[in-house]
């Protein structure tokens, strides 16, 4: 784990591996808690490193602004998935595959700290129980708003979805753009990551797995 890392506590079962949190079902980290330290001393270090003045007009506020906005992007790791739910899961019979398509989704990398973004399609299979639609985005959320690998993302996105709803399948498909690869390294500005998670019957249903791939290619941006 990096020395920066060690400032955060997981309150999470002992058996989580960072390396491989798909052991148990990824959703279930817990609620982070952060130790009190002085990120904006932190980035005024960080200008002077790179041979900027933070004192100049320009610079006077950045490591104000700079933690303000790692406040909101990493403000998943404080959210309860209980609370984002809210209780909105109704009781409905529908057999209709449930889909939410092209939800927007703008998370920070754990490698660089930089920016990836796309968009998540997120479908799931009911069993006598369905979600409030504004959830699934709001599900998204909780998770991009980490530092993040993609591949870990779209599972921890499936395995919420699964938790809170014990559907008979859910699936989820994220396509993003790194700035980690586009702007830096190869530089490689045209590329795009597509990362997918099947659970239940879309992973062993092929006609379910069809219908939901044939939705999300129809008109996708």
Known sequence: MKVGMKRWIRKTDPKFS???????????????????????????????SIGEDPTREGLLNTPKR????????????????????????????????????????????????????????????????????SKIPRIVDVFARRLQVQERLTEQIAYAVQEVLDPQGVAVVIKAKHLCMMMRGVEKQNSELFTSCLLGAFKENMVTRSEFLDLIRTGST
């Open 66 to 133: 700079v933690k303000k906005a790692y406040d909101f992007l990493t403000s998943g790791y404080h959210a309860d998935i209980k609370k984002v739910v809210n209780g909105a899961i109704f009781e409905e019979r529908t057999e209709g595959m449930i889909l939410v398509r092209d939800i927007e989704l703008y998370s920070l990398c754990e490698h660089h700290l930089l920016p990836f973004y796309g968009r998540a399609h997120v479908a799931y299979l009911p069993n006598q129980k369905i979600i409030g639609i």
């Open 18 to 48: 960072e390396r491989n949190p798909t052991k148990r079902p990824p959703n279930r980290i817990g609620i982070i808690e952060r130790r009190e330290f002085n990120l904006e001393e932190n980035i005024v270090n960080i200008l002077k």
